[in-house]
């Protein structure tokens, strides 16, 4: 079965940094692509990263490139998303999700491939 956990959230001070993992079972990073997604309270959910390990794409969003980075172990069948620079506007449950087939070559606001979510991790950037 499908499966996909995160893990790594907390509180951290704005500046500060963060990993997260996202550990995938039941299937393995060359067939699937990994993506981070955010959600804060009021707020829609946005994209925030794309990992195809097999054909060696990442995709970010706007708002996190060059402070984000999303980086994959296809040995430990695991996606990390290294967040540096903090802001309180960070602040937001996290989710990685998995999608079969797909390359991330679309929009980061397309999120039909990804049928498999995990459960979510908090972030919380404050002072």
Do not use: H
């Amino acid at each position: 079965q499908v499966q996909v956990v995160e893990s790594g959230g907390g509180l951290v001070q704005p500046g500060g940094s963060l990993r997260l993992s996202c550990a995938a079972s039941g299937f393995t990073l060359d067939y699937y692509a990994i993506g981070w997604f955010r959600q804060a309270p009021g707020k829609e959910r946005e994209g925030v990263a794309c990992l195809s390990t097999s054909v060696g794409r990442s995709k970010y969003a706007d708002s996190v490139k060059g402070r984000f980075t999303i980086s994959g172990d296809n040995a430990k069948n695991t996606v990390y998303l290294d967040m540096n620079s903090l802001k309180p506007e960070d602040t937001a449950v996290y989710y990685c999700a998995a999608a079969w087939n797909y390359f991330c070559a679309g929009s980061l606001a397309y999120d039909l491939p990804f049928n498999d979510w995990g459960q979510g991790t908090q972030v919380t950037v404050s002072s």
